[in-house]
């Protein structure tokens, strides 16, 4: 049987670099009204949380951390003096509150769980090599932050009333919601009807 055979060369031409740019989707550009901030855990198998939406209101932060002074006025033996106590950087205490307020909800259930996994996993603390969770708040400044998580609460403060709404009995009309960010998680989510604050002190400005 005749065979044949063909052979090809192949001409490569001249290296071209060229430059690639990548947004992740859903988290904005900085300083943006659409820019989502973001908690980053050490821990790679805990994945970093690009927030659903970004809080309501927050305490002690605008474009940079808010240290408050301490003024006090003190008697002594010649009259009234004021005497002012600075607060440092680590001292200051985050607040960030998703309000829930008549038919809004505070959040999807998915994020809930995403902020209660970093709240419930704190970073192993070295004194030779610390590590923190690293806060993003892109909304406001391209800046880091290391953060240690302090609290989470759903509803009454320092409580965990996790109710969830699906819609199930005419409770919201919107239907539940596919998890977006675990197309494999079987686990539908709904909306978290009840106020959640996330607690967090600053330790100190990323390098």
């Given at each position: ?84 106590f600075e607060e440092a ?119």
């Amino acid at each position: 049987m005749p065979t044949s055979s063909v052979t090809y060369s192949i001409f490569l031409g001249p290296t071209v670099d060229e430059d690639l740019a990548v947004e992740l989707l859903s988290i904005g550009s900085p300083l943006t009204t659409s820019a989502r901030r973001r908690l980053v855990h050490p821990d790679t198998e805990i994945v970093p949380v690009t927030y659903f939406a970004n809080p309501d209101e927050w305490d002690f932060f605008d474009t940079e951390p808010l240290p408050r002074p301490d003024a006090q006025a003190l008697k002594t033996l010649g009259g009234t003096r004021v005497v002012r106590f600075e607060e440092a950087l680590e001292d200051v205490i985050v607040v960030e509150r998703w309000l829930a307020e008549g038919a809004k909800a505070a959040m999807p259930s998915h994020f809930l769980r995403q902020l209660y996994d970093v709240w419930r996993n704190p970073p192993v603390l070295s004194l030779t090599d610390p590590v923190y969770v690293q806060w993003e708040p892109r909304d406001r400044t391209t800046n880091v932050y290391n953060v240690e998580i302090l609290d989470l609460s759903v509803g009454t403060a320092g409580r965990l009333e996790v109710t969830e709404l699906l819609a199930q009995g005419g409770k919201f009309d919107g239907g539940d919601i596919e998890n977006p960010l675990d197309p494999l998680n079987v686990l539908r989510t709904g909306l978290i009807p009840k106020q959640v604050t996330l607690t967090m002190r600053i330790v100190s400005e990323a390098a």
